[in-house]
């Protein structure tokens, strides 16, 4: 059989004299130095060939046989993934309240919670789901408001959820956004013995910018004692994984050098903590207005600048951008994924925390105990694969070495406002991936 290079994996001639490869839908790093391996990619680049010449690692990572239509390979594996009928995903939204005032914050804050009633209605919608749909993975986040406003409502009914799970063998993964100013050492205990294990705590830097964006209602900051919380967490032996996550504009990158120097003291050694970067950007919110942001068209450079510092600064083993088949894939394109509000309602996307009955963000709800969804509406939140292929064909995505994990559909409430016809909305990440693949090799090269 004649193998071929695939059309999205990308060669890099460093000036070293290595060469660097990637691909896009396997996801796969490589920097090769063996001369015969080079020698052995510079004959498939002009010409096919067999597979007895060809080193099984290549083969397997970046090499296609003659005539594959990875188009149709790419699109299937995407429409796969979209379509895996084992896995249940819901973000819950168990309260609209907040106890802090952020700037840039495009969630309107209401004193509601779930109610006991809802909490019941959704636990058996959840048993019912299951059960009918055979469901082997369920997966729940937490998501607000600030949820941990009614934490003891969330470990009741995760302890309650857990154990349906155990019972039928299905298996449970737990997580929350959280702002991390409640979350105290007693209060992580009591969510690690119920599995939740997972947490996204944002830090716009340090405490003068973080101040400034994520106060309390009544102005203080809360920098220092979100802090607080993460070191003594830091300091015990338990099983978690903390996402640090980095809303930045101008003024948060103004001292991002001291905040990394901080968080490299600290937190760095500690593999249960991570890093992530995201550009503040005009969401919605009632401050608009009163928040600078840093124009679209910037948000690739300042990302490979941020990558480039934390490698200098030794933060990076390896970058954590993830580029294999479906990575960007928005869990509202899944057709098991669902968003809960504080009233039943069923949604696809957090964009909006309480949307009218109404509106295309409500596809249904749970009041009757069971996933009581209008299928119309739901359509317009999945994939039509006889029209989706079309519509990648005239926005040019198989050309595009990004199409594997962008699928030109990270943002499906981009083409539910705007229409169908609208034109794809692409990843910034693209732009990306030679600088971040760049900078693998320089970290494994020390």
């Given amino acids: 059989m004649l193998y071929t290079l695939s059309k999205y994996t990308k060669l ?4 070293t004299g290595d060469i660097i490869l990637y691909n896009t839908y396997t996801g796969k790093q490589s920097f090769i130095f063996d001369p015969n391996i080079k020698k052995q990619l510079k004959n498939i680049v002009h010409t096919p060939q067999k597979e007895s010449d060809i080193d099984k690692k290549l083969i397997s990572s970046y090499c296609v046989p003659v005539g594959t239509d990875e188009d149709m390979l790419v699109f299937n594996k995407v429409n796969e993934i979209i379509n895996n009928s084992e896995y249940l995903s819901l973000i819950l939204f168990p309260t609209l309240e907040c106890n802090l005032k952020c700037v840039y914050c495009y969630e309107n804050k209401e004193q509601q919670y779930m109610s006991n009633q809802t909490f019941n209605n959704l636990f058996l919608a959840i048993k019912e789901y299951c059960v009918e749909k055979k469901i082997k993975y369920l997966k729940i986040e937490w998501f607000g408001g600030e949820p941990l406003l ?11 959820v857990n154990c349906f799970c155990v019972e039928n063998n299905i298996v449970f993964q737990h997580s929350m956004t959280t702002n991390g100013y409640l979350l105290s050492f007693d209060i992580v205990k009591k969510l690690l013995n119920c599995k939740i294990t997972t947490y996204q705590i944002t830090i716009d830097g340090i405490s003068r910018t973080h101040d400034l964006l994520r106060p309390l209602k009544n102005g203080n900051g809360t920098w220092q004692k979100i802090i607080d919380n993460l070191i003594i967490m830091k300091k ?3 099983y978690f994984t903390v996402l640090i996550r980095i ?27 991570k890093l992530v970067f995201k550009p503040i950007g005009h969401w919605g919110g009632e401050s608009d207005n009163l928040v600078d942001i840093i124009p679209t068209n910037y948000h690739s450079f300042i990302l490979d600048e941020l990558l480039y510092i934390c490698k200098e600064k030794g933060l990076l083993l390896k970058t954590n951008l993830d580029f294999s088949c479906g990575s960007e894939l928005c869990y509202a394109n899944k057709k098991n994924s669902f968003v809960i509000y504080i009233n039943g309602d069923i949604g696809k996307c957090t964009l909006e925390e309480r ?8 596809i249904g709800n749970i009041n009757n105990g069971f996933f009581e969804i209008d299928k119309e509406k739901e359509k317009k939140w999945l994939i039509d694969k006889s029209y989706f292929y079309k519509y990648l064909k005239s926005n040019g995505c198989f050309e595009c070495a990004a199409y594997p994990f962008c699928c030109a559909t990270s943002c499906p409430a981009h083409r539910v406002k705007f229409g169908n016809d609208i034109k794809a909305k692409c990843t910034p990440t693209k732009n990306n991936l030679d600088n971040i693949v760049l900078l693998n090799y320089q970290i494994s090269k020390g």
């Fill in 12 to 15: 890099i001639n460093h000036k």
């Fill in 150 to 160: 009614c934490v003891n409502k969330i470990i009741e009914f995760t302890t309650k």
């Fill in 236 to 238: 015990s032996n338990l």
């Fill in 247 to 273: 809303n930045y504009n101008y003024e948060v990158l103004d001292y991002i050098d001291e905040f990394l120097d901080f968080y490299k003291e600290n937190f760095a050694k500690d593999e249960r903590f």
């Fill in 355 to 362: 949307p009218n009955s109404d509106s295309d963000f409500v």
